[in-house]
């Protein structure tokens, strides 16, 4: 694989799935990369988008149209390694600058093999993915590109997201421990269905020691550190192909644990209670998606990373197999359902993400309701 500069002069073109392209230049590693087109709209974060392993085998629009400026630094990675399949950017920053900056995001790309494409019109193809929804895209880059039909028809062998089954590709491998900061007062079992480091971060600055757990452990892996609480994390994929995680979450149910999930975990906890999941037309994503907490009506900005929902009723408790449940959170641009609260076991998840890396902050009041919850189970 040979390497670009923000410079470059390597031509590079972005063929989207019903057939549009974008022609620009090399950005990061030259080759060719396939995955879904999706856009976030966060003007900041970009070492943080691009380490979240929600967005595994996604190729990542970026709204904002100067992408790099601050460079890459060594504390915001929210993962050991870059995830997205492709990067789309308007403007690549030429020189970075920030006092922490360690190397350009261009020099991040190509070390660790990520093709992207710069000098495309992202607005313009930002305003054709909600018009039409995410979809396959492939990103070519090279001196000999293949013509577009080749190109064309190697996107549309790709695979769907829809079907997905990815946690697991994503997820630890082994259990590790993440310690409380000061004092221990819970231990929290997490299971990594593609959890972002700051998430048990930001348990243990409230005293919790985590054990973070594969998405393939069982509920006997689970119980077998004695959990005060236990909790689902944020992941890639479809949930409709979550069956393992859900046979989990529905014997924590069961046994009354306290339990807490954010964003694909939201879903599990959704289909866990008898809901259906589906696709959203383009999803969520991004660091400024407002949502409105149905308990206070009280309106946060919010950092998402979706493009699926729970289909819940939104008027009023619902009976489901564990007692009643509510929809807690609402986005305020499209009703979607946000946050789901059971009434009678001490359980609730969000679907977007309080750990507020890289914010904003509204939204870190959720951990301290886990610990409340983990609080009145022990009294």
């Known amino acids: 694989m040979t390497t670009s500069t923000p410079g470059s002069r390597i031509p590079a073109v972005l063929v989207l799935e019903d057939g549009r392209t974008f022609r620009g230049r090399a950005y990061g590693a030259v080759g060719a990369t396939f ?16 380490t979240d392993p929600s967005y595994h085998r996604q190729v990542v629009v970026m709204t904002a149209p100067h992408v ?46 990520v093709v992207g494409i710069s000098g495309v019109d992202t607005r313009a ?4 993915l909600r018009e039409r ?19 064309l028809a190697e996107v549309r062998q790709a695979p769907e997201m829809a079907g997905a089954d990815l946690s697991a590709e994503v997820a630890t491998k082994e259990t590790y421990v993440v310690p409380a900061i000061g004092e221990k007062k819970f231990t929290v079992a997490a299971i990594d269905l593609g959890i972002k480091g700051m998430t048990p971060h930001r348990m243990a600055e409230r005293g919790i ?24 994390s944020n992941g890639p994929g479809d949930p409709a192909t979550a069956d393992h995680p859900v046979a989990v979450m529905r014997e924590v149910l069961d046994r ?35 949502v409105q907490d149905r308990t206070t009506g009280k309106v946060e900005i919010t950092a998402h990373n979706h493009g699926f929902a729970v289909d819940a009723p939104l008027d009023g408790p619902a009976e ?36 507020a890396a890289a914010g904003p902050h509204d939204a870190a009041y959720l951990f301290d309701r886990f610990v409340s919850l983990m609080e009145g189970q022990r009294a």
């Not at 985590?210 to 909790?231: I, N, R, S």
């Open 35 to 50: 995955g879904e087109a999706v856009f976030s709209t966060g003007m900041t974060g970009y070492q943080e988008t691009l």
């Open 68 to 113: 790099g400026n601050t460079g890459v630094n060594d504390e915001d990675p929210e993962s050991a390694r870059i995830w997205v399949s492709g990067y789309v950017v308007r403007d690549p920053a030429r020189v970075p600058s920030n006092w922490r900056s360690r190397r350009s995001l261009d020099e991040e790309l190509r070390k660790q093999g």
């Open 125 to 128: 193809l930002t305003r054709h």
């Open 133 to 151: 929804g995410a979809m396959r895209v492939g990103i070519f880059s090279g001196n000999a590109l293949p013509d577009e039909g080749t190109m």
């Open 209 to 232: 020691e985590v054990h973070v757990l594969p998405a393939t452990a069982t509920a006997e892996d689970v119980y077998a550190v004695a959990p005060d609480g236990v909790f689902f």
């Open 256 to 290: 009354g644990t306290p339990l807490f999930g954010i964003c694909f975990g939201n879903q599990i906890l959704g289909r866990a209670l008898g809901f259906g999941t589906y696709k959203l037309k383009y999803g969520h994503r991004g660091i400024n998606q407002p």
């Open 320 to 355: 489901t197999p564990y007692g009643r449940v509510e929809v807690s959170h609402v986005c305020l641009n499209d009703d979607v359902v946000e946050g789901l609260r059971l009434l009678d076991r001490p359980a609730f998840s969000v679907q977007y993400h309080p750990e």
